[in-house]
């Protein structure tokens, strides 16, 4: 059975930074792809990023673009969420999943692409 282990949430001051982490288990092979989305309180679950195994392309949402970077290990099976430049707005829940096959771009945006997911991560950002 796939699990979703993540892990390196926490409290950080507003300007710091932190890297979460996504292991896979119960599988020989990294996956097609994993995701990133969080849940902030009284909000719905929103894409962050994205890293696609077959050639490494990454998706990033617009209010994390240039502050946070997505990569994978595919030896470790695990992706990683470095966020620099944080802020409260980024204080939430976050979620990794694995896609079980490969999609075009448009599709590693959407939650229903992933077929796994981690039970997350709470990350607090104070200001």
């Known amino acids: 059975q796939v699990q979703l282990v993540e892990s390196g949430g926490g409290l950080v001051q507003a300007g710091g930074s932190l890297t979460l982490s996504c292991a896979t288990s119960g599988r020989t092979f990294s996956g097609y792809g994993m995701g990133w989305f969080r849940q902030a309180p009284g909000k719905e679950r929103e894409f962050v990023a994205s890293?696609?195994?077959?050639?490494?392309?990454?998706y990033y949402a617009d209010s994390v673009k240039g502050r946070f970077t997505i990569s994978g290990n595919s030896a470790k099976n695990t992706v990683y969420l470095q966020k620099n430049s944080l802020n409260p707005e980024d204080t939430a829940v976050y979620y990794c999943g694995s896609a079980n096959r490969d999609y075009s771009s448009d599709y590693w945006r959407l939650q229903g692409t992933y077929a796994y997911w981690g039970q997350g991560t709470p990350v607090t950002v104070s200001s």
């Open positions: 890293f696609r195994w077959i050639g490494g392309s990454t």
